[in-house]
């Protein structure tokens, strides 16, 4: 099962870096931490993103709340001159035509910024120089124990007294799988490892075992 098969992948790594045959960084990081947290600086900055966009949506939300209907903005310039009324009022209107506008469009498209992303690195991500990415997905159960395991490490330190690489919550790893696995088009590749399903299977056997 896919669950036991990331297991040995984690050992088998273990022991290669005991034995010095792939190496350690400075800080004693392994090439899968490595890749790890690089998976995991991709999500952290598409949070960011997300965080900045969730501001925007909220200032623009806050700007355009006197605004009637968003379907039916009239076009206030078109009326002044209807009026005939005199060219600085003509400008102003023209002026406000313009920040409805782009009030408007910043609120409607505020919720795209993932979509925008996967479209602008989409293709090379897919560039034949990136062929080495096309078994990403074989790579994630393991990564995900490694992860699992980190995480655990961090929670722990937080009541110790040396509290370097303590951490109490790091959702950038989910978040950095879920969009290189969308930019490479793998999840249905990641789906046929039933990765999620031998991990339930596991701790179902394990809890039937206990009771």
Same mark, same amino acid.
């Given at each position: 099962?896919?669950?036991?098969?990331?297991?040995?992948?984690?050992?088998?790594?273990?022991?290669?870096?005991?034995?010095?045959?792939?190496?350690?960084?400075?800080?004693?990081?392994?090439?899968?931490?490595?890749?790890?947290?690089?998976?995991?600086?991709?999500?952290?900055?598409?949070?960011?993103?997300?965080?900045?966009?969730?501001?925007?949506?909220?200032?623009?939300?806050?700007?355009?709340?006197?605004?009637?209907?968003?379907?039916?903005? =009239?076009?206030?310039?078109?009326?002044? *001159? $209807?009026?005939?009324?005199?060219?600085?009022? !003509?400008? %102003?209107?023209?002026?406000? &035509?313009?920040?409805?506008?782009?009030?408007?469009?910043?609120?409607?498209?505020?919720?795209?910024?993932?979509?925008?992303?996967?479209?602008?690195?989409?293709?090379?991500?897919?560039?034949?120089?990136?062929?080495?990415?096309?078994?990403?997905?074989?790579?994630?159960?393991?990564?995900?124990?490694?992860? =699992?395991?980190?995480?655990?490490?961090? *929670? $722990?330190?937080?009541?110790?007294?040396?509290? !370097?690489? %303590?951490?109490?919550?790091? &959702?950038?790893?989910?978040?950095?799988?879920?969009?290189?696995?969308?930019?490479?088009?793998?999840?249905?590749?990641?789906?046929?490892?039933?990765?999620?399903?031998?991990?339930?299977?596991?701790?179902?056997?394990?809890?039937?075992?206990?009771?």
């Amino acid at each position: 099962k896919q669950y036991y098969k990331a297991i040995i992948i984690n050992k088998q790594w273990y022991q290669r870096r005991v034995r010095g045959k792939l190496g350690l960084t400075p800080d004693g990081l392994s090439f899968l931490d490595q890749f790890r947290i690089l998976i995991t600086h991709i999500g952290n900055a598409m949070g960011y993103i997300r965080m900045i966009r969730s501001g925007g949506i909220h200032a623009c939300a806050s700007a355009i709340r006197y605004v009637p209907d968003l379907d039916d903005i =009239v076009n206030i310039e078109e009326l002044t *001159k $209807e009026e005939a009324l005199p060219a600085d009022t !003509i400008k %102003a209107a023209a002026n406000l &035509d313009s920040v409805l506008d782009n009030l408007t469009k910043n609120f409607a498209e505020g919720t795209a910024y993932f979509k925008m992303l996967v479209d602008v690195f989409t293709k090379s991500m897919r560039d034949p120089k990136n062929q080495h990415l096309k078994n990403f997905f074989m790579i994630i159960p393991p990564l995900t124990l490694n992860y =699992v395991e980190q995480i655990m490490n961090g *929670k $722990e330190k937080i009541n110790k007294k040396n509290k !370097i690489g %303590a951490t109490f919550t790091d &959702d950038g790893f989910s978040m950095g799988i879920a969009y290189i696995l969308k930019l490479l088009d793998q999840y249905s590749a990641f789906d046929s490892l039933h990765w999620f399903q031998s991990v339930n299977s596991k701790f179902n056997n394990e809890e039937k075992a206990v009771k």
